[in-house]
């Protein structure tokens, strides 16, 4: 992997998915059930756990936490740089998008697309898109799947 080189992950400046479109009650469910019963659930417990504590040191850090899966979903970008051919690169792609859990849905040229099934994510939410050009591949998708990605191909 000495010859290919990964730039920084930025975060594309749009919505993720599930918040751009109207979201459906199977979509929301389990983050509205995590939000109104899991956390007084859990900030309830540290309560109980140690009642001298101050209240904002629970309630912020549960809350923090309860978001975090938020800003995991959203849309971010990097691109790998190789001194070959990028497609010559596309099946080390491949191998590691699919111990991730994701599967190629479409294959052109110049356009690759990779989805993962989950029950709870639909379209396009969590999908990772690779333009191909003939030095880089640049990869789109949810920043957590991205940073694991770069992870399981510097390997």
């Given at each position: 992997m000495k010859s290919?080189?990964?730039?920084?992950?930025?975060?594309?400046?749009?919505r993720p998915f599930f918040l751009r479109c109207p979201a459906t009650w199977r979509q929301l469910f389990p983050w509205?059930?995590?939000m109104a019963v899991g956390l007084p659930l859990l900030m309830l417990v540290l309560?109980?756990?140690?009642?001298?504590?101050?209240?904002?040191?629970?309630?912020?850090?549960?809350?923090?936490?309860?978001?975090m899966p938020v800003a995991m979903?959203?849309?971010?970008?990097f691109e790998m740089r190789t001194r070959f051919d990028a497609h010559h690169m596309i099946s080390t792609l491949d191998e590691a998008l699919v111990s991730l859990g994701y599967r190629r849905t479409r294959s052109d040229a110049?356009?690759?697309?990779?989805?993962r099934p989950l029950p709870w994510l639909r379209g396009r939410e969590g999908s990772i898109e690779v333009a191909v050009q003939p030095h880089t591949l640049q990869v789109v998708g949810p920043?957590?799947?991205?940073?694991?990605?770069?992870?399981?191909?510097?390997?």
């Open positions: 290919v080189t990964f730039s920084e992950i930025v975060r594309v400046r749009e509205v059930l995590t309560h109980l756990i140690d009642p001298e504590t101050p209240l904002p040191f629970i309630v912020l850090p549960a809350l923090v936490g309860g978001l979903m959203g849309p971010g970008s110049d356009r690759i697309s990779y989805f920043v957590g799947s991205l940073r694991l990605l770069q992870q399981r191909i510097s390997c």
